[in-house]
């Protein structure tokens, strides 16, 4: 599935600390923040944290990986 290589790609991304070309919304902040304290959490423990969505959780990660 090319949704789940590219949440492995960014989870990646994240754990080697490459930095973002712009500022994050605290709603991004929140999910960087969880999947670089944890590379393996899934999307659905991402959602329970944040008190959002499964679909919100991914279209945050889409817009995280455009500001790589």
Do not use: G, P, W
Not at 4 to 21: A, D, G, P, Q, Y
């Amino acid at each position: 599935n090319s949704s789940n290589s590219n949440i492995l790609l960014f989870f990646e991304f994240i754990r080697t600390n490459v930095h973002l070309k712009t500022s994050l919304s605290e709603q991004e902040q929140m999910v960087y923040n969880l999947i670089a304290t944890n590379d393996k959490i899934s999307k659905s423990e991402i959602a329970k944290r944040i008190n959002k969505s499964e679909k919100m959780v991914q279209r945050t990660i889409s817009f995280l990986l455009e500001k790589t």
